[in-house]
């Protein structure tokens, strides 16, 4: 079964920006949308946005214009750029399929942005 491992987040300032990589352990080729989701602090998981296996995007409304999702499929990764980080961008942040059955979680990697 393919696990999914998460990284790149860390603390930053309001305005600043992060690189998330989500490593596959196994091929992602067939997967027709990966996504990345969040979930904050006593709230429900999120999905911030997804790529098609074409390369289309798309993405929840507070995330356009910031947030860019990319796919390396010959490494199994799925990256997200977040530009203009906002406090309420603080959360853990998950990649899985955005159609289909779901993978099994991973660990996630902790966003914090401070004002």
């Known amino acids: 079964q393919v696990q999914l491992v998460e990284s790149g987040g860390g603390l930053v300032q309001a305005g600043g920006s992060l690189r998330l990589s989500c490593a596959a352990s196994?091929?992602?080729?067939?997967?027709?949308?990966m996504g990345w989701y969040r979930q904050a602090p006593g709230k429900q998981r999120e999905l911030v946005g997804y790529i098609t296996r074409g390369g289309s995007t798309n993405y929840l409304d507070s995330a356009k214009g910031r947030f860019t999702i990319s796919r390396d499929n010959a490494k199994n990764t799925v990256y997200l750029q977040m530009n203009s980080l906002k406090p309420e961008d603080t959360a853990v942040y998950y990649c899985?399929?955005?159609?289909?059955?779901?993978?099994?979680w991973g660990q996630g990697t902790q966003v914090t942005v401070s004002s």
């Open positions: 196994g091929s992602i080729f067939s997967i027709n949308r």
């Open positions: 899985n399929t955005a159609s289909g059955q779901l993978m099994p």
